[in-house]
């Protein structure tokens, strides 16, 4: 035999079988000789937990370290060959085996689910597995059973680290019949006592309850606003068994969790209450108006029917905001001064010019504003050149091909240069294709030039911040064609 075990060997019948993670293999030896009978390695993972034996078979599990699916054995006792073999997330916990089923925890916080296990013990065939999203077990977790129930722990911040004691009925396993924040380390059993050890290195010992609970809940939050989700806690005592909680006050039982999650999606106060109970009997709680769900700040924006226009400029905003507001202040010329508290004004500009606009939406929990600069682009016509550019250059080879106005009231212009003395930076020679983006008082916001080898082009396409597209065609009369 090679390699050393973490496990503890399980005896059986004149024999002792171990695992021995570091050369993979579960060994089968005489107890009274310590001569090899058998030997086996598995195909996924490695064996590193402890075996257990029940009837004929041996159980074992298997562990990898790059958290991939591992594997759970049913193995002959008599020669170690496989029987059955099932897929299970990592593992190194004892599998338990009660009531015709083997159990076995599983699984590692931060890499894969947690997931306590239940299979036939003779065909392997799966009976059930817990929903990870309740994190029941973890990969150090081994399961206890007794009295139809199986009582598992869970991982909580890290490694051999636990919180969270669970009783499931053994034989459906998706019904939690408790479970309590105190212990998770593996249970042991004994005279009606659950004994587990939990991060305050403390031991707990639970048993059966002596009377009915005592019911009563608390939560996190009780205000906020919608949608509005609330962490519930049951602080019954008196170890109940079975919750119902109406979350709404409809009458109708929302979750049988202990602790349930709740969303609010409206306004208004609601009444919740808990009903909990165990063998010896149950306990009501009604909380009227406990939880109160509220209306959200609002969120401001707005858009305009048109940006761009000659003076006199008609304009039609309309309110964007979100939440509800039920006041409104429109600033439409940028001087502070509030133009309209109507929702959805209509505005007339009489000069040129670039002019921001403001809003701010109001309702009963606040206000937001937004601002949006020089949104509105007011011009004249027939009032002589108010700016021009002179992008290209003066080479022979410098032309403007097109130019088209953007959303924004800038334009984008597009040509060839060959030339550096221009408006365009960058010019590679060979005659080169800029393009140009002005804002509306003629000032460059941004320009790119392209190097052409020959002026020859299947298709440029350049897209503006606007979403304007120019594109060249190289047909007959190699036009640009500009979209803003």
Same mark, same amino acid.
């Given at each position: 035999?090679?390699?050393?075990?973490?496990?503890? =060997?399980?005896?059986?019948?004149?024999?002792?079988?171990?695992?021995?993670?570091?050369?993979?293999?579960?060994?089968?030896?005489?107890?009274?000789?310590?001569?090899?009978?058998?030997?086996?390695?598995?195909?996924?993972?490695?064996?590193?937990?402890?075996?257990? &034996?029940?009837?004929?078979?041996?159980?074992?599990?298997?562990?990898?370290?790059?958290?991939?699916?591992?594997?759970?054995?049913?193995?002959?006792?008599?020669?170690?060959? &496989?029987?059955?073999?099932?897929?299970?997330? =990592?593992?190194?916990?004892?599998?338990?085996?009660?009531?015709?089923?083997?159990?076995?925890?599983?699984?590692?916080?931060?890499?894969?689910?947690?997931? !306590?296990?239940?299979?036939?013990?003779?065909?392997?065939?799966?009976?059930?597995?817990?929903?990870?999203?309740?994190?029941?077990?973890?990969?150090?977790?081994?399961?206890? &059973?007794?009295?139809? $129930?199986?009582?598992?722990?869970?991982?909580?911040?890290?490694?051999?680290?636990?919180?969270?004691?669970?009783?499931?009925?053994?034989?459906?396993?998706?019904?939690?019949?408790?479970?309590?924040?105190?212990?998770?380390?593996? =249970?042991?059993?004994?005279?009606?006592?659950?004994?587990?050890?939990?991060?305050?290195?403390?031991?707990?010992?639970?048993?059966?309850?002596?009377?009915?609970?005592?019911?009563?809940? !608390?939560?996190?939050?009780?205000?906020?606003?919608?949608?509005?989700?609330?962490?519930?806690?049951?602080?019954?005592?008196?170890?109940?068994?079975?919750?119902?909680?109406?979350?709404?006050?409809?009458?109708?039982?929302?979750?049988?969790?202990? *602790?349930?999650?709740?969303?609010?999606?409206?306004?208004?106060?609601? !009444?919740?209450?808990?009903?909990?109970?165990?063998?010896?009997?149950?306990?009501?709680?009604? $909380?009227?108006?406990?939880?109160?769900?509220?209306?959200?700040?609002?969120?401001?924006?707005?858009?305009?029917?048109?940006?761009?226009?000659?003076?006199?400029? !008609?304009?039609?905003?309309?309110?964007?905001?979100?939440?509800?507001?039920?006041?409104?202040?429109?600033?439409?010329?940028?001087?502070?001064?509030?133009?309209?508290?109507?929702?959805? =004004?209509?505005?007339?500009?009489?000069? $040129?010019?670039?002019?921001?606009?403001?809003?701010?939406?109001?309702?009963?929990?606040?206000?937001?504003?937004?601002?949006?600069?020089?949104?509105?682009?007011?011009?004249?016509?027939?009032?002589?050149?108010?700016?021009?550019?002179?992008?290209?250059?003066?080479?022979?080879?410098?032309?403007?091909?097109?130019?088209?106005?953007?959303?924004?009231?800038?334009?984008?212009?597009?040509?060839?240069?060959?030339?550096?003395?221009?408006?365009?930076?960058?010019?590679?020679?060979?005659?080169?294709?800029?393009?140009?983006?002005?804002?509306?008082?003629?000032?460059?916001?941004?320009?790119?030039?392209?190097?052409?080898? *020959?002026?020859?082009?299947?298709?440029?396409? &350049?897209?503006?911040?606007?979403?304007?597209?120019?594109?060249?065609?190289?047909?007959?009369?190699?036009?640009?064609?500009?979209?803003?």
């Amino acid at each position: 035999m090679a390699g050393y075990s973490q496990g503890t =060997p399980a005896y059986d019948d004149g024999r002792f079988y171990l695992t021995a993670w570091s050369q993979n293999y579960l060994y089968c030896v005489d107890a009274e000789t310590g001569e090899q009978v058998w030997s086996m390695t598995s195909g996924s993972g490695l064996l590193c937990g402890s075996a257990s &034996v029940s009837g004929d078979f041996v159980y074992a599990t298997t562990y990898d370290f790059s958290c991939q699916g591992c594997t759970m054995y049913a193995l002959s006792k008599e020669d170690g060959s &496989v029987i059955w073999q099932q897929t299970t997330n =990592p593992t190194d916990a004892t599998p338990s085996v009660a009531y015709g089923n083997v159990y076995v925890s599983s699984g590692c916080k931060g890499y894969t689910d947690h997931i !306590t296990y239940c299979f036939n013990a003779t065909t392997g065939e799966k009976i059930w597995e817990t929903d990870p999203e309740d994190d029941i077990g973890g990969w150090t977790c081994s399961v206890a &059973v007794a009295d139809g $129930k199986v009582f598992v722990g869970s991982e909580s911040s890290g490694y051999f680290m636990y919180s969270r004691l669970t009783a499931l009925d053994a034989e459906t396993g998706g019904a939690i019949l408790w479970y309590n924040n105190l212990g998770g380390a593996t =249970p042991s059993i004994s005279d009606g006592m659950i004994f587990t050890v939990s991060d305050d290195h403390r031991l707990y010992a639970y048993g059966a309850p002596a009377s009915a609970p005592t019911v009563d809940f !608390t939560a996190y939050t009780t205000t906020g606003a919608a949608p509005f989700t609330v962490n519930f806690e049951d602080i019954s005592t008196g170890f109940p068994t079975s919750w119902a909680w109406d979350l709404d006050g409809d009458g109708t039982v929302d979750s049988t969790k202990q *602790d349930p999650e709740y969303t609010y999606e409206t306004t208004g106060t609601y !009444t919740v209450t808990l009903t909990v109970a165990n063998g010896l009997g149950g306990d009501t709680i009604t $909380k009227e108006d406990f939880i109160e769900v509220i209306r959200p700040e609002p969120v401001a924006d707005f858009t305009a029917d048109a940006m761009s226009g000659k003076a006199p400029f !008609t304009v039609t905003f309309t309110d964007l905001s979100i939440q509800s507001p039920t006041e409104w202040a429109w600033d439409f010329n940028g001087d502070g001064t509030v133009d309209s508290t109507e929702q959805n =004004p209509v505005y007339t500009y009489e000069t $040129k010019g670039l002019y921001t606009v403001s809003l701010t939406a109001t309702n009963d929990m606040g206000s937001d504003t937004i601002t949006k600069e020089k949104y509105i682009n007011v011009f004249t016509v027939g009032s002589g050149i108010e700016w021009q550019s002179y992008p290209g250059g003066t080479g022979t080879q410098d032309y403007l091909y097109s130019s088209c106005q953007a959303d924004d009231g800038g334009y984008v212009s597009v040509g060839f240069t060959d030339s550096n003395d221009g408006g365009v930076e960058g010019n590679h020679g060979g005659t080169d294709v800029w393009v140009v983006k002005y804002d509306a008082g003629g000032n460059i916001s941004w320009q790119k030039c392209l190097a052409v080898q *020959d002026r020859i082009m299947d298709l440029v396409s &350049v897209r503006h911040r606007m979403g304007g597209v120019c594109r060249w065609f190289p047909d007959t009369i190699r036009r640009w064609q500009c979209n803003g």
